[in-house]
């Protein structure tokens, strides 16, 4: 008998994981390719789709897949993805539809990827036992997911947490996104790899603008700069929800030493009871232990209580 798997696809704006994992959500293989968004998103999704189809066929030739789980930059319907501004066209495409035309007759749940990540974090993670918590995403975009009763809040609309179009400054008020700078525009990595290519007169990523940082004047007031932006909207976040930890992932982890500290500092500053502050258990797929999760569920199977560890 062929024994059932599960697929678990992360399409990110820099890179596209995916993985395969058996039912109670152990990883039996992985693979992560470049988006490529340069080259555009439809070229980038079938890409994904593809590498996800060449990875069950070597990871699981003789499986039978029960579920896909998908989770996206952007908040994902069949025909659309809505607010994915950091991927030129991804808003566009029909996410849920290809993804069903690629797996055909297979059960499909669909995700935003940083309110997966928070769901992996509150079942194995850093986020487990606190309520609340906040999930802060610092990666290509920035994003949050709010953690209450051990649930990731969705919002009204499934919008719960995109502090990326928050207000920046008062002078922001009544004004529409499309006519102003939103956060994410001056705070995500994508913003400060393009900021510090134009200040820095080379193409730098994000990574590099925090690694000069420590001895080019130009990269350190970049980073501060970001630094401050960033603690600001989530001191204030945290003085509203009071949680009881914040945990950190996303590609910009890897500048933690040089983004926590200030972070900590604001905190102890100005909440009036500073929440923990941690790097997640999963910095840098959690997203993706996320969609493979939103598979096991489609499967109708239960998780295991050592999933992914």
């Known amino acids: 008998m062929p024994t059932p798997v599960v697929l678990g696809l992360d399409f990110g704006g820099t890179k596209i994981a995916v993985a395969v994992g058996d039912l109670s959500g152990r990883r039996l293989g992985t693979t992560t390719i470049d988006s490529l968004a340069e080259a555009g998103a439809e070229a980038a999704m079938r890409r994904g789709l593809t590498a996800a189809q060449e990875l069950l066929t070597e990871v699981a ?49 669909l995700g935003t990827d940083v309110k997966a990540a928070a769901a992996a974090e509150v079942r194995w993670g850093a986020l487990a036992g606190c309520d609340p918590g906040i999930y802060l995403n610092l990666g290509t975009g920035l994003a949050v997911a709010i953690v209450a009763g051990g649930t990731v809040i969705s919002g009204a609309h499934r919008a719960s947490g995109e502090i990326a179009y928050n207000l920046r400054t008062a002078a922001d008020v009544w004004i529409e996104p499309a006519q102003r700078t939103i956060l994410e525009d001056v705070v995500s990595g994508q913003a400060l790899e393009a900021t510090g290519s134009n200040r820095l007169g080379q193409r730098v990523s994000a990574a590099d603008v925090f690694t000069r940082s420590a001895t080019q004047p130009d990269a350190a007031v970049l980073t501060e ?59 840098s797929d959690a997203p993706l232990v996320g969609a493979l999760a939103l598979g096991v569920e489609a499967a109708g199977a239960v998780l295991g209580a050592e999933a992914f560890a």
């Open 225 to 283: 700069q970001f630094n401050r932006e960033l603690a600001m909207h989530v001191v204030n976040l945290a003085i509203a929800l009071d949680p009881a930890r914040i945990v950190v992932g996303g590609g910009l982890v890897g500048s933690w030493d040089r983004i926590g500290p200030e972070l900590r500092r604001a905190l102890d500053a100005a909440v009036p009871f500073p929440p923990e502050l941690e790097l997640a258990r999963f910095p």
């Open 61 to 109: 030739p003789d499986g039978e897949l029960a579920a896909v789980g998908a989770a996206t930059l952007g908040i994902p319907y069949d025909d659309h993805v809505e607010l994915a501004p950091t991927f030129p066209g991804w808003g566009e495409l029909p996410f849920g539809r290809m993804v069903r035309e690629a797996f055909p007759d297979i059960p499909v749940l």
